[in-house]
């Protein structure tokens, strides 16, 4: 089951794209009950593809919240276009999620 979830509205000849995913988000910086620093691991990188051509790239650290959401504003975008969510965080996991505008 993916992380992510999307969803798109078209809005004036263009499409409003709204993601939220699901991590942990943590900097590094906190510690557990026992008092040892919790590691860190966050998104490091998330980009948007719009038909297959990377439009967005975003560059990330630790100091965004927990399950963090996301919305954009895509120039044009049809009913049937693809659009694929990626990101990558710090510890190598990965996710990616394609969605179909409707």
């Not at 919790?38 to 051509?53: F, G, S, T």
């Not at 963090?68 to 996710?95: A, H, M, R, S």
Request: charge should be positive.
């Amino acid at each position: 089951m993916s992380s992510i979830k999307i969803r798109t509205k078209r809005l004036n000849g263009n499409t409003q794209i709204r993601t939220l995913i699901t991590h942990p988000m943590e900097n590094g910086r906190h510690k557990d009950k026992q008092g040892k620093l919790i590691p860190a691991h966050h998104i490091r990188e998330l980009w948007v593809e719009h038909n297959k051509v990377k439009v967005i790239t975003c560059h990330m650290a630790g100091g965004i919240s927990k399950n963090p959401y996301f919305d954009f504003l895509l120039k044009g975008g049809e009913v049937g276009d693809v659009i694929n969510i990626t990101w990558v965080d710090n510890q190598g996991k990965t996710d990616s999620k394609p969605y179909i505008i409707k």
